[in-house]
């Protein structure tokens, strides 16, 4: 074997830049399906808001709201979890931060919808 260049990356130091940017990806799937989660909760409640008994839509359409809080909030658990363990090489690594904030922001969202579809008569 020649003698490794400061320059060259091994190929164990490129797969992790590749897991890390995988994770990335994965976390954006995560956070799609938990939109979409979301997007069916809303739309169930807009659809089916005159079924009897009034809370009827209302509960099918909380279930979905929590299932998408609880989908983004394990996607950046593990993504968090995936950052802590890898190493940037060559790659500029996501921090942690953001996948905090976005889980964040759609978690108080999907609250926030919970609270109108309770709150809001129709």
């Known amino acids: 074997m020649s003698p490794r260049d400061s320059d060259e990356l091994t190929r164990d130091e490129l797969a992790e830049d590749r897991t890390l940017l995988s994770n990335e990806r994965t976390f954006g799937s995560w956070m799609r399906t938990s939109l979409g989660c979301i997007g069916i909760g809303v739309g169930f409640q807009g659809l089916f ?12 359409a909380t279930a979905f709201l929590l299932l998408g809080l609880l989908v983004i909030v394990l996607a950046e658990r593990r993504a968090c979890q995936v950052l802590g363990r890898l190493n940037a090489h ?13 889980a964040a922001i759609i978690s108080l969202g999907s609250l926030g919808l919970i609270a109108a579809i309770w709150t809001v008569t129709s």
């Open 49 to 60: 808001s005159a079924i009897e008994p009034f809370w009827l839509p209302r509960l099918v």
């Open 90 to 102: 060559a790659v500029v690594k996501a921090k942690a931060t953001y996948f905090r904030l976005f």
